[in-house]
Nanobody, 124 residues
Framework: QVQLVESGGGLVQAGDSLRLSCVASGRTFSRYSMGWFRQAPGKEREFVAALSWTGNTYYTDSVKGRFTISRENAKNTVYLQMNSLKPEDTAVYYC??????????????????WGQGTQVTVSS
């Protein structure tokens, strides 16, 4: 069983930056592919970014060039660096993980483990 704990959310102004962190329990973090998803009020949870255990990255179009996903296996941590934040980025951000690879990192169903979420609010 893997537990994921997110942190780093907060209230910022448009144009600001935030870095989210997700710490995973367990000894095999390096073999996990990790993703970030978000859910805005009244909307479905959506894919934001993913980092495969082999190092490939994936982003939804709306965050390309602004967000960067990375990891530090020695710290069992995955990050989401968010720059040039916009009000439409406001959401609860969730970290997710799965062992090894998948054919489609955008699908919620492909992830076995989820964090509790961290709120990001971007004011205009």
């Amino acid at each position: 069983q893997v537990q994921l704990v997110e942190s780093g959310g907060g209230l910022v102004q448009a144009g600001d930056s935030l870095r989210l962190s997700c710490v995973a329990s367990g000894r095999t973090f390096s073999r996990y592919s990790m993703g970030w998803f978000r859910q805005a009020p009244g909307k479905e949870r959506e894919f934001v970014a993913a980092l495969s255990w082999t190092g490939n990255t994936y982003y939804t179009d709306s965050v390309k060039g602004r967000f960067t996903i990375s990891r530090e296996n020695a710290k069992n941590t995955v990050y989401l660096q968010m720059n040039s934040l916009k009000p439409e980025d406001t959401a609860v951000y969730y970290c997710a993980g799965r062992p090894y690879s998948t054919s489609d990192y955008r699908l919620l169903s492909q992830y076995d483990y989820w964090g509790q979420g961290t709120q990001v609010t971007v004011s205009s």
